[in-house]
C-alpha cells in the first residue's frame, strides 16, 4: 500500500485558488488509481476526481467540476489538485486516497489507502 500526505490546504478568499498536492510515498506510484475526496461538516466524504495510471481523469462532483484540474508527475511521486473559483461551499477537509485497480471510482470503499486530509476554507 501507499502512504499518502496531502499539502496545500488554507484559508483563501472567494473567487481565490489553491493547488493542493498529494504525494505517495510507496512503490510503483504510476500503477496506482488516485483520487480526491473531499467532507464538509456535517456532511459525509464525497468523490471529487480521480485519475489513473494512463492520465484518464473522471471528474465526479458537479458541482466543481468546471474549476478543477487533477494531473499526477510519476517522477515526483504526486498527484495536484488545481481548484479555482473558489467558493464558501468547497470548504471541507481534503484527502486523497490510492487504489491499485485500473479505473477510478467515487466510493470511498474503493480506496485502500488514505491521507490524514488538508483543510481547505473559503471565507472572506
Known amino acids: 500500500q501507499l502512504q499518502l500526505a496531502e499539502s496545500g490546504g488554507g484559508l483563501v478568499q472567494p473567487g481565490g485558488s489553491l493547488r493542493l498536492s498529494c504525494r505517495a510515498n510507496?512503490?510503483?506510484?504510476?500503477?496506482?488509481?488516485i483520487g480526491w475526496f473531499r467532507q464538509a461538516p456535517g456532511k459525509e466524504r464525497e468523490g471529487v476526481v480521480c485519475i489513473n495510471r494512463r492520465d484518464i481523469s473522471t471528474y465526479y462532483a458537479d458541482s466543481v467540476k468546471d474549476r478543477i484540474t487533477i494531473s499526477r508527475d510519476n517522477a515526483e511521486n504526486t498527484v495536484y489538485l488545481q481548484m479555482n473559483s473558489l467558493k464558501p461551499e468547497d470548504t471541507a477537509v481534503y484527502y486523497c486516497a490510492a487504489r491499485a485497480e485500473y479505473y477510478c471510482s467515487r466510493s470511498v470503499d474503493d480506496f485502500a489507502s488514505w491521507g490524514q486530509g488538508t483543510q481547505v476554507t473559503v471565507s472572506s
Open positions: 510507496g512503490p510503483n506510484f504510476d500503477f496506482w488509481t
